[in-house]
């Protein structure tokens, strides 16, 4: 069956370097007897393969470096089908340290080298922009917009207020919205366990809360949720059937390890709310 909807992504590409522990460590802690292990990520990558596995016709605008992380770090979207317009830089590929604990709580410092060098994509219909490259590129790629703009302002920046009056729809944590300018049309606050909220105009105007899961690593949990929001949003579900999908989108992220590998299919979707 042919994509239902096309999907430009303008964002990051990481490495993802992820230690796992029974606890996380306080400050100035050393914690051991870890795991180590190593996974494709980055905001933009991470929601560029969500899409994909969702059945949307994805196109990722990125950036690497010219070195060994890259290829690991690109490992994902080629095996999602992604299509790929890659600038090369000479700072080293973005890297992600990761600390999760036995309930899937993380801990991330993201250390972005090459994803300084993404440029916006010229004239796009439907786009989605995270917060992990520079704002100018996501104020440049949201004025080339022709179609649907979405934003993940994630992590918390300031964001230009014709950003956000130019964005169909944006989604962020309680912490990353109490750092925006304004409110923006459409909202989708994530909650974690406790599920979604959508704002319009800082009104709800509907919840859902996620199916019941085991939680491993929520590193992609919301990179899962975006990703479903949009790519329903698209598909043309009313929003109540949107946030559902995505709140079970994400859920099923948070019960598997790593950041790519734990994002779900459409089918994986529909099978846990008939659940």
Do not use: W
Request: charged share 20%.
């Amino acid at each position: 069956m042919p994509p239902s909807v096309s999907l430009t992504v303008v964002g990051s590409i990481n490495l993802d370097l992820v230690a796992r522990c029974e606890r996380l460590p306080q400050p100035g802690e050393t914690v051991t007897d870890a795991t180590f292990e190593r996974f494709p990520g980055g905001k933009g990558a991470n929601q560029a393969v969500a899409a994909a596995r969702l059945g949307a016709s994805v196109r990722m605008i990125g950036a690497v470096g010219d070195d060994p992380f890259a290829d690991e770090a690109l490992a994902g979207i080629r095996a999602a089908g992604v299509e790929h317009d890659l600038a090369h830089s000479d700072e080293a590929t973005g890297v992600a340290l990761i600390y999760v604990d036995a309930g899937g709580e993380t801990e991330i410092v993201v250390a972005p080298g090459a994803n300084a060098a993404v440029t916006s994509p010229g004239q796009s219909e439907n786009l989605l922009c995270q917060l992990e490259i520079p704002v100018e590129t996501v104020a440049a790629a949201a004025r080339s917009t022709t179609g649907f703009f979405a934003l993940n302002a994630a992590p918390s920046k300031p964001v230009p207020v014709e950003v956000l009056g130019r964005a169909d729809l944006v989604v962020v944590n309680r912490y990353e919205l109490d750092a925006l300018p304004e409110a923006p049309r459409l909202t989708a606050l994530t909650l974690g366990a406790e599920g979604a909220v959508l704002l319009e105009d800082g009104e709800e105007v509907a919840r859902a809360v996620p199916p019941r899961v085991d939680a491993v690593d929520g590193t992609a949990a919301g990179d899962a949720f975006t990703a479903c929001m949009v790519v329903s949003l698209l598909e043309g579900r009313d929003r109540e059937e949107a946030l559902r999908r995505s709140c079970a989108a994400g859920a099923l992220a948070a019960s598997r390890l790593g950041a790519q590998p734990s994002l779900p299919t459409a089918q994986e979707i529909d099978d846990i709310l008939r659940a």
